[in-house]
């Protein structure tokens, strides 16, 4: 049967050896170096790549791989895509891409030429990236780091420790990360998965922002324009701020302990009848669950939009 | 602090490191393997072409249904992979199934959602590309309301850098047609645009 | 060359098709005749603004999408009577939609081929070889770029790309800007000067800031100021990172 060769196939597939074949017109240059940490085990690794895609993944071991692939219409040009590595003795590493001039003034322009790196790491390695219009992407990795794009996408999974990340156009995409967030796009959307720890907070201008799982004990979510969704957990004594100037709000929660909410909108629906609520100055004001139970505190605003709430115990 | 460019240094890798320029025959391996199944060769193979084939799609069909029709053009790829004579580069291939592809979706969905879409407007533009940020939004909504063929015809060409030949290649038609196709495509984007003033030659 | 005959060859001389004494015969056009230079500035403006389009980013899930769809069609053959099969073969285009219902049995098999798809991906990136890089490698710097010669090369690009996104930043300074003009009409006026008071400052801060990295966190940071203060009315400041 076909589909058995199939499997059989990718049970017995060989790594494909062949260097990565090219568009028509374009010369590529593949290359891997591996550095292994004399000492102490490497702790920071910073990347600057403006001229393609980053993808850094942990993995249990102690050396850092390194794979570039450089692709450029013509061999000249291959000549002046650079990587250059610095080691240091504190275990940070800093790797960047970078272009000469030639020895002829033969111009090339941004679109013609491109650097990927793809990057393994111990598990434990802090990453600090940097793209321009090129995919940024971690996963696997426990020390957290920060991670700014222009205008590419930034992508998450799986790590622990303190996030911070921002774009300026770069669709941003956290999934199950563990410990503080801080996420910012200015004109595209912010999607969250499966996020727990102290603090998480994101902002996207004009964008949207959904999560979802978010278990986080201190929530603060803005928007100008964009709609904003959240379905998570709030943690005893937790707070959660929600708040947009356009944007409808659309909240889900799970709660374990009391809450007291604070809402504010074009249209205001709290769901589930409360204990009690009231309208004061604007505000539509409810507390669930038993006061004398450890309290979490709720304020979503929409200044235009509508806000609704929906509570699960 | 000592500082090594990755190619200056003496790195002994096992692999050479080999400079490739496209030939027909690198296509052919890396058909081969993905016809085996190898599911590194055709995780590159997708990787390789994965911009093209979105970015066409996405400037044809517009950003709500280039992934959908980003996706049907590799499935079919893969999928047609074992038919593939190999009487012209795959690149010219995988572009011609993404033409295809995407001006089929636009003729299903019909012309109703095309013109003034308002999600399109809202595609900001990347501001270290284009010198005037407006113009490039401009453009991208001006695209979007010529008729498909004009529009395929202006992505191959000049928004994707094809060249005349390939471009009559993927479109199937001989190459004077594919010049006064382009040459009509191009007065008319410059009919919606109005004036856009430009760089002195 | 008159007028009439130079226009409808702009196009091939712009796309450099046209070669010795026809080329310069354009251009020689072009230098005195207005008329024409603005036609081919127009055209040229076009194929730049074109060319400058950004370069659209696959979305990150959808190789995994087109596993699954394969992964589908695979089953939908293997479930095909042999004939059907041969006939497939002829053409092999005509494609199951993933849209038609699966068998639970399928699901479990596409877990299973899912699986050793990944698991080979994780293998595959073992390199050939390791090398140890010295404990302290000869000193060789990259050359330290030459001064930008010209507009469009990659090198000049890329010095530009700072700027490019501190204009970005400002400009969502601006339209929040303009929000917040709205905004408050309903602040007190002290909550109104606490406003304007704080805008300066992070405007300062902005100004003195070194181009790059530094003035694009001081513009991130007076962002969410303005986005506070807009949705929240929120004009007391908050720190809400320590500075990285």
Same mark, same amino acid.
């Given at each position: 049967m076909k589909f058995v060769l199939l499997t059989l196939g990718l049970l017995a597939a060989p790594a494909f050896a062949e260097p990565t074949p090219a568009a028509k017109g374009e010369v590529v240059e593949r290359s891997r170096v591996e550095i292994n940490p004399a000492g102490h085990a490497f702790t920071n690794l910073a990347v600057d790549n403006p001229l393609g895609d980053v993808r850094v993944e942990g993995y249990d071991g102690n050396a850092v791989q390194i794979e570039t692939r450089k692709h450029a219409p013509d061999d000249d040009t291959l000549d002046r895509l650079r990587v250059s590595l610095v080691p240091a003795a504190d275990g940070s590493i800093r790797i960047a891409t970078l272009v000469d001039n030639g020895k002829e003034v033969k111009h090339v322009s941004r679109s013609q030429v491109r650097i990927d790196l793809v990057i393994r790491a111990p598990r434990k390695t802090r990453v600090d990236a940097a793209t321009s219009a090129g995919t940024l992407s971690i996963e696997n990795l426990d020390a957290g780091g920060e991670l700014d794009s222009a205008s590419g996408s930034i992508s998450v999974k799986n790590v622990a420790g303190e996030l911070l990340t921002h774009s300026v156009s770069g669709p941003t995409s956290l999934v199950q990360v563990f410990g503080s967030v801080d996420a910012a796009t200015i004109s595209s959307n912010v999607d969250l998965d499966s996020i727990n720890g102290e603090k998480l907070v994101a902002s996207a201008t004009k964008g949207r922002i959904a999560g979802r799982r978010v278990m986080s004990r201190d929530i603060e979510l803005t928007t100008t324009d964009g709609k904003i969704v959240l379905e998570g957990e709030i943690a005893l004594h937790g707070r959660l701020v929600v708040s947009s100037v356009h944007g409808d709000v659309d909240v889900r929660l799970r709660r374990h302990g009391a809450i007291n909410v604070r809402a504010r909108g074009g249209r205001v629906d709290l769901g589930q009848p409360a204990n009690l609520i009231e309208h004061t100055a604007g505000w539509t004001v409810a507390t669930l669950g038993r006061s004398s139970d450890p309290m979490a505190s709720i304020e979503l605003m929409s200044k235009y939009g509508a806000v609704s709430l929906a509570v699960i115990q | 602090m000592?500082?090594?460019?990755?190619?200056?240094?003496?790195?002994?890798?096992?692999?050479?490191?080999?400079?490739?320029? *496209?030939?027909?025959?690198?296509?052919?391996?890396?058909? *081969?393997?993905?016809?085996?199944?190898?599911?590194?060769?055709?995780?590159?193979?997708?990787?390789?072409?994965?911009?093209?084939?979105? $970015?066409?799609?996405?400037?044809?069909?517009?950003?709500?249904?280039?992934?959908?029709? *980003?996706?049907?053009?590799?499935?079919?790829?893969?999928?047609?992979?074992?038919?593939?004579?190999?009487?012209?580069?795959?690149?010219?291939?995988?572009?011609?199934?993404?033409?295809?592809?995407?001006?089929?979706?636009?003729?299903?969905?019909?012309?109703?959602?095309?013109?003034?879409?308002?999600?399109?407007?809202?595609?900001?533009?990347?501001?270290?590309?284009?010198?005037?940020? $407006?113009?490039?939004?401009?453009?991208?909504?001006?695209? *979007?309301?010529?008729?498909?063929?004009?529009?395929?015809?202006?992505?191959?060409?000049?928004?994707?850098?094809?060249?005349?030949?390939?471009?009559?290649?993927?479109?199937?038609?001989?190459? $004077?047609?594919?010049?006064?196709?382009?040459h009509k495509a191009r007065a008319r984007m410059r009919e919606l645009l109005g004036p856009i003033g430009g760089t002195p030659q | 060359m008159k007028c009439e005959d130079v226009r409808p060859k702009l196009t091939a001389y712009l796309d450099g098709e046209l070669e010795g004494d026809r080329g310069s015969a354009v251009r020689g056009h072009l230098r005195s005749c207005e008329a024409c230079r603005t036609a081919s500035n127009d055209e040229a403006a076009l194929r730049d603004g074109l060319r400058a389009l950004p370069t659209l980013d696959a979305p990150s899930g959808m190789w995994a999408k087109i596993q699954t769809q394969l992964a589908v069609a695979e089953i939908a053959d293997s479930e095909k009577p042999s004939w059907r099969r041969a006939l497939a073969r002829w053409n092999p285009q005509h494609w199951v939609t993933p849209r038609l219902a699966l068998a639970s049995g399928a699901v479990a098999v596409i877990f299973c081929v899912w699986a050793w798809r990944y698991s080979q991906r994780e293998r595959e990136l073992a390199p050939q070889t390791a090398f140890h890089l010295p404990q302290l490698p000869a000193v060789v710097t990259p050359p330290a770029p030459a001064p930008v010669t010209s507009a469009d090369d990659v090198a000049s690009e890329l010095a530009a790309m700072p700027k490019t996104t501190s204009d970005s930043y400002a400009a969502a300074v601006a339209e929040l800007e303009q929000l917040a003009t709205g905004e408050r009409a309903a602040w007190s006026d002290s909550q109104q000067k606490q406003f304007d008071a704080k805008i300066a400052e992070l405007k300062h801060d902005i100004a003195t800031a070194d181009e790059g990295r530094p003035r694009h966190r001081a513009y991130r940071t007076l962002i969410r100021y303005l986005e506070r203060a807009t949705s929240r009315d929120e004009v007391a400041f908050a720190d809400t990172r320590a500075t990285p």
């Amino acid at each position: 049967m076909k589909f058995v060769l199939l499997t059989l196939g990718l049970l017995a597939a060989p790594a494909f050896a062949e260097p990565t074949p090219a568009a028509k017109g374009e010369v590529v240059e593949r290359s891997r170096v591996e550095i292994n940490p004399a000492g102490h085990a490497f702790t920071n690794l910073a990347v600057d790549n403006p001229l393609g895609d980053v993808r850094v993944e942990g993995y249990d071991g102690n050396a850092v791989q390194i794979e570039t692939r450089k692709h450029a219409p013509d061999d000249d040009t291959l000549d002046r895509l650079r990587v250059s590595l610095v080691p240091a003795a504190d275990g940070s590493i800093r790797i960047a891409t970078l272009v000469d001039n030639g020895k002829e003034v033969k111009h090339v322009s941004r679109s013609q030429v491109r650097i990927d790196l793809v990057i393994r790491a111990p598990r434990k390695t802090r990453v600090d990236a940097a793209t321009s219009a090129g995919t940024l992407s971690i996963e696997n990795l426990d020390a957290g780091g920060e991670l700014d794009s222009a205008s590419g996408s930034i992508s998450v999974k799986n790590v622990a420790g303190e996030l911070l990340t921002h774009s300026v156009s770069g669709p941003t995409s956290l999934v199950q990360v563990f410990g503080s967030v801080d996420a910012a796009t200015i004109s595209s959307n912010v999607d969250l998965d499966s996020i727990n720890g102290e603090k998480l907070v994101a902002s996207a201008t004009k964008g949207r922002i959904a999560g979802r799982r978010v278990m986080s004990r201190d929530i603060e979510l803005t928007t100008t324009d964009g709609k904003i969704v959240l379905e998570g957990e709030i943690a005893l004594h937790g707070r959660l701020v929600v708040s947009s100037v356009h944007g409808d709000v659309d909240v889900r929660l799970r709660r374990h302990g009391a809450i007291n909410v604070r809402a504010r909108g074009g249209r205001v629906d709290l769901g589930q009848p409360a204990n009690l609520i009231e309208h004061t100055a604007g505000w539509t004001v409810a507390t669930l669950g038993r006061s004398s139970d450890p309290m979490a505190s709720i304020e979503l605003m929409s200044k235009y939009g509508a806000v609704s709430l929906a509570v699960i115990q | 602090m000592t500082e090594t460019a990755l190619d200056v240094a003496t790195p002994v890798l096992a692999e050479p490191r080999t400079r490739v320029s *496209a030939t027909l025959s690198d296509d052919a391996q890396l058909i *081969a393997a993905c016809r085996r199944g190898e599911a590194r060769a055709m995780e590159m193979l997708y990787h390789q072409f994965k911009r093209r084939v979105f $970015g066409m799609a996405h400037r044809i069909v517009g950003p709500n249904d280039a992934e959908e029709v *980003a996706q049907e053009v590799f499935v079919r790829v893969f999928r047609g992979l074992a038919a593939f004579r190999g009487d012209s580069a795959l690149s010219t291939w995988i572009y011609r199934l993404t033409v295809n592809a995407s001006l089929s979706h636009l003729a299903r969905r019909g012309r109703r959602q095309e013109v003034g879409d308002e999600t399109l407007a809202d595609v900001p533009a990347a501001p270290e590309v284009s010198r005037d940020p $407006g113009l490039a939004a401009r453009i991208e909504r001006a695209l *979007a309301e010529l008729p498909p063929g004009y529009r395929a015809i202006l992505v191959l060409h000049d928004v994707e850098g094809l060249s005349h030949e390939e471009c009559a290649a993927i479109l199937e038609c001989r190459v $004077g047609t594919c010049k006064s196709q382009l040459h009509k495509a191009r007065a008319r984007m410059r009919e919606l645009l109005g004036p856009i003033g430009g760089t002195p030659q | 060359m008159k007028c009439e005959d130079v226009r409808p060859k702009l196009t091939a001389y712009l796309d450099g098709e046209l070669e010795g004494d026809r080329g310069s015969a354009v251009r020689g056009h072009l230098r005195s005749c207005e008329a024409c230079r603005t036609a081919s500035n127009d055209e040229a403006a076009l194929r730049d603004g074109l060319r400058a389009l950004p370069t659209l980013d696959a979305p990150s899930g959808m190789w995994a999408k087109i596993q699954t769809q394969l992964a589908v069609a695979e089953i939908a053959d293997s479930e095909k009577p042999s004939w059907r099969r041969a006939l497939a073969r002829w053409n092999p285009q005509h494609w199951v939609t993933p849209r038609l219902a699966l068998a639970s049995g399928a699901v479990a098999v596409i877990f299973c081929v899912w699986a050793w798809r990944y698991s080979q991906r994780e293998r595959e990136l073992a390199p050939q070889t390791a090398f140890h890089l010295p404990q302290l490698p000869a000193v060789v710097t990259p050359p330290a770029p030459a001064p930008v010669t010209s507009a469009d090369d990659v090198a000049s690009e890329l010095a530009a790309m700072p700027k490019t996104t501190s204009d970005s930043y400002a400009a969502a300074v601006a339209e929040l800007e303009q929000l917040a003009t709205g905004e408050r009409a309903a602040w007190s006026d002290s909550q109104q000067k606490q406003f304007d008071a704080k805008i300066a400052e992070l405007k300062h801060d902005i100004a003195t800031a070194d181009e790059g990295r530094p003035r694009h966190r001081a513009y991130r940071t007076l962002i969410r100021y303005l986005e506070r203060a807009t949705s929240r009315d929120e004009v007391a400041f908050a720190d809400t990172r320590a500075t990285p």
